[in-house]
């Protein structure tokens, strides 16, 4: 697509439930980032994968949070036994950059979930 | 540790008034790139400019023009000439060497007509 498409965009989930997070990069970009956004605050790093490696998961908050990106492509936030601090919006970027420096990166609109 | 720090929580303008967004960071590295972003309320960011630590040129594009002092460790986003479009809210950003941006609180900008 033209842009980094995530899904869903509204997730509402009671505490205890598990959820997976769905983000589209944009095609054939290398570098694909994961970021938490708390309401009225700035996104905060969670992790960072170069084509299908993870090479950065030091921002994931706990062991309820996995991200994968099996074939360098798609890739899935999943979060267990949701708790009410994980609402927030998260946001997934793409970059065809190796890392954040050496160009911009895309964002897509966000998935806002809401723990209940 | 690194810190980006934007004082100016929300900033209310009328259209045509010039706008400064202040952006202040902490870094102990030599080596490091600024960035600001806009993030509409459509929410997806929007990447405005990038500078590293060895460019204190101050960039003019359009509207826009970023004021970078390493002195004072700041990096400064003025609007000329503010239009309704403009309204977002506005992200300082800082990285290092590392993966990750380090992002400010974001400030508010709403501009009327």
């Known amino acids: 697509g033209a842009g980094v498409s995530q899904s869903p965009r509204y997730k509402v989930a009671k505490r205890g439930q598990d959820v997976a997070l769905r983000c589209d990069p944009i095609?054939?970009?290398?570098?694909l980032f994961w970021y938490q956004q708390a309401l009225g605050q700035g996104p905060e790093f969670l992790t960072y994968?170069?084509?299908?490696?993870?090479?950065?998961k030091s921002g994931l908050p706990s062991d309820r949070f996995f991200a994968e990106r099996p074939e360098g492509s798609v890739s899935t936030l999943k979060i267990q036994r949701t708790q009410q601090e994980d609402s927030a919006v998260y946001l997934c970027?793409?970059?065809?950059?190796?890392?954040?420096?050496?160009?911009?990166?895309?964002f897509g609109e966000g998935s806002r979930l809401t723990v209940l | 540790a690194q810190k980006v720090t934007q004082a100016q929580t929300e900033i209310s303008v009328v259209e045509k008034e010039d706008v400064t967004l202040d952006c202040v960071y902490e870094t102990r590295d030599t080596t490091y790139y600024l960035f600001w972003y806009k993030q509409p309320p459509s929410g997806e960011l929007v990447f405005l400019i990038r500078r590293n630590s060895f460019d204190e040129q101050n960039e003019i594009s359009g509207r826009y023009s970023w004021n970078f002092q390493k002195s004072t460790s700041s990096f400064n986003f003025t609007i000329t000439a503010s239009q309704v479009v403009d309204s977002a809210v506005y992200f300082c950003?800082?990285?290092?060497?590392?993966?990750?941006?380090?992002f400010g609180t974001g400030t508010r900008l709403q501009v009327f007509p």
């Open positions: 095609s054939g970009h290398v570098s």
């Open positions: 950003a800082l990285s290092d060497n590392t993966d990750k941006l380090i």
């Open positions: 970027a793409s970059s065809s950059y190796r890392g954040p420096n050496t160009g911009e990166l895309f």
């Open positions: 994968f170069q084509n299908e490696a993870q090479l950065d």
